[in-house]
């Protein structure tokens, strides 16, 4: 099983940033051939989609996210990033890492974000 292990959460103000990352040191694994997203889970919320970048480098971005958060990969280092700007107290969840090809996925453990004053 691959691991995938998300970094960069933690506690800030509404209105600033933070910077998330997901890596993997799976021997023998590349993520240059996987979609890979960040997805966030609130307290008694469904987890919803947030970001993608395809293998290809096409992105997506949810609605609620748009134009403040901006997804990137490294294919090199086998990491993905996601900066978020202009943080509100609504983007407070846990924040999870999936990559996907075909009928396989791998998620990380998620990392905790929260936005409050």
């Known amino acids: 099983q691959v691991q995938l292990v998300e970094s960069g959460g933690g506690l800030v103000q509404p209105g600033e940033s933070l910077r998330l990352s997901c890596a993997t040191s799976e021997s023998g694994f590349s993520i240059r051939i996987y979609d890979m997203a960040w997805y966030r889970q609130a307290p008694g919320k469904q987890r919803e989609l947030v970001a993608l970048i395809d293998s290809g480098g096409s992105t997506y971005y949810a609605d609620s996210v748009k134009g403040r958060f901006t997804i990137s990969r490294d294919n090199a280092k086998n990491t993905v990033y996601l900066l978020m700007n202009s943080l509100k107290p609504e983007d407070t969840a846990v924040y999870y890492c999936?990559?996907?090809?075909?009928?396989?996925?791998?998620w990380g453990q998620g990392t905790q974000v929260t936005v409050s004053s």
């Open positions: 999936k990559a996907a090809r075909l009928n396989t996925a791998y």
